[in-house]
Nanobody, 123 residues
């Protein structure tokens, strides 16, 4: 089993920054891919960013250049630094772990999920 706990969400004004974090415990290794997704009301789960075990990073089209993803294996944490936030970034942000090396970009490829942390961007 794997447990993922997100933190760091909140309310921020447009143009501001927010850092969300994911604490990972259980049967994962530093080789596993960790991802962030978001879901706004009435919409599906959208890929934000992912980091593979080797350190390669991947970003959704609307996020390239403004949300570096980092992981600290010694602390079993993954972080997403979100910059230049827009009201349309308002959503519930989820951390996810891929323990079966199924992929990177699609929610169905991930095996474990956190409960999510709410990010609200005001205009």
């Amino acid at each position: 089993q794997v447990q993922l706990v997100e933190s760091g969400g909140g309310l921020v004004q447009a143009g501001g920054s927010l850092r969300v974090s994911c604490a990972v415990s259980g049967r994962t290794t530093s080789s596993n891919t960790m991802g962030w997704f978001r879901q706004a009301p009435g919409r599906g789960r959208e890929f934000v960013a992912a980091i593979r075990g080797g350190g390669s990073t991947y970003y959704g089209d609307s996020w390239k250049g403004r949300c570096p993803i980092t992981r600290y294996n010694a602390k079993n944490t993954v972080h997403l630094q979100m910059n230049s936030l827009k009201p349309e970034d308002t959503a519930l942000y989820y951390c996810a772990a891929d323990v079966n090396f199924g992929g990177t970009f699609y929610a169905r490829e991930y095996d474990y999920w956190g409960q999510g942390t709410q990010v609200t961007v005001s205009s």
